[in-house]
Nanobody, 131 residues
Framework: QVQLVESGGGLVQAGGSLRLSCAASGRAFSNYGVGWFRRAPGKEREFVAAITWSGFNLYYADPVKGRFTISRDKAKNTVYMQMNRLKPEDTAVYYC????????????????????????WGQGTQVTVSS
C-alpha cells in the first residue's frame, strides 16, 4: 500500500513559481513510477509530468515543457514538481499518483500519461495563478 500527500500549492502571480511535493508512505514507493496530473475548473483531469522509479526518465506534457521540472528524492520518499513561469491557465487542483513500474507504459499518447495506469492517488493541492 502507498499513501500520497501533496503540499506546496497556493496563490501566485503570473510569472511566479511554486514547488509541489508528493510525500509517500510505504516501503515500496521507491520502486514506483509517479505522475502529476491536474484538473482545472470545468475540465477533465490531464497529465502534467511523470518520473520513473529510477528518476532517470522524465516525461512532460507539452504545455509545461521548459517550465516544470519533476524530480524525486528516494531517501525522503518524496517527488517534487518545480513550477516556474506560471500562467493563469496553470490554475488547477494538482494530484500526484503512483503505481508499480510493471503497470506503467509508453504509448502513442506518451509515457506514464494515462490516469488509468495509476492505482494510488493523493488528495490534491490547489494552485491558483492570478493574472
Amino acid at each position: 500500500q502507498v499513501q500520497l500527500v501533496e503540499s506546496g500549492g497556493g496563490l501566485v502571480q503570473a510569472g511566479g513559481s511554486l514547488r509541489l511535493s508528493c510525500a509517500a508512505s510505504g516501503r515500496a514507493f521507491s520502486n514506483y513510477g509517479v505522475g502529476w496530473f491536474r484538473r482545472a475548473p470545468g475540465k477533465e483531469r490531464e497529465f502534467v509530468a511523470a518520473i520513473t522509479w529510477s528518476g532517470f526518465n522524465l516525461y512532460y506534457a507539452d504545455p509545461v515543457k521548459g517550465r516544470f521540472t519533476i524530480s524525486r528524492d528516494k531517501a525522503k520518499n518524496t517527488v517534487y514538481m518545480q513550477m516556474n513561469r506560471l500562467k493563469p491557465e496553470d490554475t488547477a487542483v494538482y494530484y500526484c499518483a503512483a503505481e508499480g513500474t510493471a503497470r506503467l507504459y509508453c504509448s502513442g499518447y506518451g509515457c506514464y500519461s494515462s490516469e488509468y495506469e495509476y492505482g494510488y492517488w493523493g488528495q490534491g493541492t490547489q494552485v491558483t495563478v492570478s493574472s
